[in-house]
């Protein structure tokens, strides 16, 4: 048996977003002997991004995207390599975004050295097309972003890397992420479930006939439907019903789930019970759901908190299913010492289920909301959350959930609220509403 080392693990905050003025991005093209210009949006407290671009293309790209990043990131704008390197020297940056080659210097250059001299520093490259999300390391490595996606998945697409990177910040946490052989692809039916649904002549129909095509997840989904959770008059007994009633946000984190539990079947062996696993899934689910629509008034922001909460405990079944002799040694240190698992989790590992799974979310390129609720549904204070959040309602729903299945149970194994997080929040005396929602 082995063990990894723990070390401090550090967070990414996210600030206030304040309204700042507009900084344009510079129009005149520039020329090797010209001095290199160069566009300053800062904002004190948010995380600092520096773009690096030439080409009109790139430029082009980045001028319609300016706006709605401003409110979020600090950013430094130019055209030069060796300026770009001057200002990374000067001060820490979040990421760097690196589009065509420079006033000054290749592409090809430049990354190199800035993989040289700031070898911890995520980067980015401007792409025709994203790549996808390679399977988390931990270590730094250049990726994508696609020049034609929308400013909120620039967003995203940074904030995961920077996410996964904060969860495996430690030598230790990489060298688990090494020993995860088995790590399970983002699933072709809901591949093909979210390109039906972009399509606008898409109906339920169309999108059951793509789930009945697998008999496993249509059983799964019609169970879920006649669940005591939903307590029909009438039971479900078509595909086409269920998909209709759950909705295609729940139908699409019913298919993430079932894919994953299928994928570590075999993890049954570490005393994981996978039946009372998916119980509490669904029930979380259920209760992050009722929780974010109580405080959010939002269907969509009700159906991500449903998709989060059903995938909350996904970590387990990754480290039970690649290291089941380590995953249960943690298994028995929370119940011999009476300490909750993901304590004794990092006591083996240096990081716990919660973290995993927010990694494989992010790697599957789900929603930021999703990886944030998921990777610190156990530490929310750790995520500089300053408003009620799809995280909050994860964390609350998995607590509610433990509740619900172990009436006045509030042993230190099952977990409890974060109370110093949602004083923070000035969430603390919705405690009660949010039970009651939850039918508790």
């Known amino acids: 048996m082995w063990f990894w080392k723990s070390k401090a693990r550090q967070t990414v905050e996210e600030a206030p977003l304040p309204l700042i003025s507009v900084v344009p991005f510079p129009a005149v093209e520039q020329k090797p002997s010209q001095e290199p ?65 420079l006033s000054d210097m290749g592409r090809e250059e ?20 994203t790549a996808p999300i390679v399977r988390p390391t931990g270590k730094p490595t250049t990726h994508s972003i696609c020049k034609s996606a929308g400013a909120s998945e620039w967003d995203a697409t940074i904030r995961r890397i920077l996410l996964v990177n904060t969860w495996a910040v430690s030598e230790s946490v990489q060298s688990l992420l090494s020993h995860l052989r088995k790590l399970p692809v983002i699933p072709k039916l809901y591949q093909e479930v979210v390109s039906a649904l972009q399509s606008p002549d898409t109906s339920f129909e169309s999108v059951a006939d793509l789930i009945a095509r697998d008999p496993m997840m249509t059983a799964k989904m019609l169970q879920v439907a006649n669940s005591t959770h939903f307590a029909l ?52 689910g259920a209760c992050a759901q009722a929780i974010a629509r109580w405080e959010m008034q939002s269907e969509r922001h009700a159906e991500l908190a449903f998709t989060a909460g059903m995938l909350h ?84 729903g998995n607590v509610l959930a433990h509740f619900k299945t172990i009436p006045g149970n ?18 603390e005396h919705h405690i009660g509403e949010w039970a009651h929602t939850c039918g508790i």
Request: proline share 5%; charged share 25%; with cysteine.
């Open 37 to 101: 210009v160069i566009s300053v949006c800062k904002t004190p407290d948010l995380p600092r991004l520096l773009i690096v671009a030439l080409d009109d293309a790139d430029r082009k790209a980045f001028q319609g995207r300016l706006t709605p990043l401003k409110s979020k990131w600090s950013l430094d704008i130019t055209t030069s390599g060796s300026e770009a390197l001057e200002l990374l020297a000067k001060e820490p940056h979040a990421a760097v975004i690196t589009g065509s080659d």
């Open 233 to 284: 008059p009438q039971p479900v007994t078509r595909a086409v019903d269920a998909v209709m009633f759950l909705g295609t946000e729940r139908v699409k984190g019913l298919i993430l789930v079932q894919h994953v539990f299928t994928e570590f079947e075999s993890s049954r062996a570490t005393g994981l019970r996978l039946d009372e696993l998916w119980k509490h899934s669904l029930e979380t």
């Open 313 to 396: 405990d996904v970590g387990k079944l990754l480290l039970a299913g690649n290291l089941p002799t380590e995953f249960r040694c943690a298994m028995d240190i929370s119940h011999d010492r009476q300490m909750p698992l993901q304590q004794a989790e990092r006591s083996v590992f240096s990081v716990s289920h919660a973290e995993v799974a927010g990694m494989l979310l992010a790697m599957w390129r789900l929603p930021i909301e999703m990886v944030h609720a998921v990777g610190w549904h156990h530490t929310p204070a750790e995520s500089g959350d300053k408003e009620f959040s799809i995280l909050t309602a994860v964390h609350a």
């Open 110 to 129: 430049f990354e190199s050295r800035v993989a040289s001299d700031f070898p911890k520093l995520p980067r980015f490259l401007l792409a025709e097309n």
């Open 410 to 427: 509030r042993s230190p194994v099952t977990g409890d609220f974060d109370v110093a997080y949602l004083h923070q929040l000035d969430l």
